[in-house]
């Protein structure tokens, strides 16, 4: 019913930045709350940042300063600026967008996950 598709995931160098996008799609009436998570490997995954449907914003404390969070509401897209990338934010990021369908569900659905390496 909803399909959410990021891109943007890739290699760069400690200090550097990046854009991840995620688009969602399907029988949407209205998205509430998109976020991002991240799951490194052998870690639980863990918020990044979460935006509410009128563009009110709240991050993990590890990426306060570094990162922005934004939405465009006409086109059903989060976006992820990630700037000064540490190794350490290295792991999978997954969108994830509350949506309320045409049937009347409220659902929970998540992108397949874009990997984000930070390294020399």
């Known amino acids: 019913q909803v399909q959410l598709v990021e891109s943007g995931g890739g290699l760069v160098q400690p200090g550097g930045s990046l854009r991840l996008s995620c688009a969602a799609s399907g029988s949407i009436v209205s998205i509430y709350t998109m976020g991002w998570y991240r799951q490194a490997p052998g870690k639980q995954r863990e918020l990044v940042a979460v935006?509410?449907?009128?563009?009110?914003?709240n991050y993990a404390d590890s990426v306060k300063g570094r990162f922005t969070i934004s939405r465009d509401n006409a086109k059903n897209t989060v976006y992820l600026r990630m700037n000064s990338l540490k190794p350490e934010d290295t792991a999978v990021y997954s969108c994830n967008a509350v949506v309320r369908t045409t049937t009347g569900e409220v659902l929970s659905s998540w992108g397949q996950g874009t990997q984000v390496t930070a390294s020399s």
């Open positions: 935006i509410s449907s009128v563009g009110i914003p």
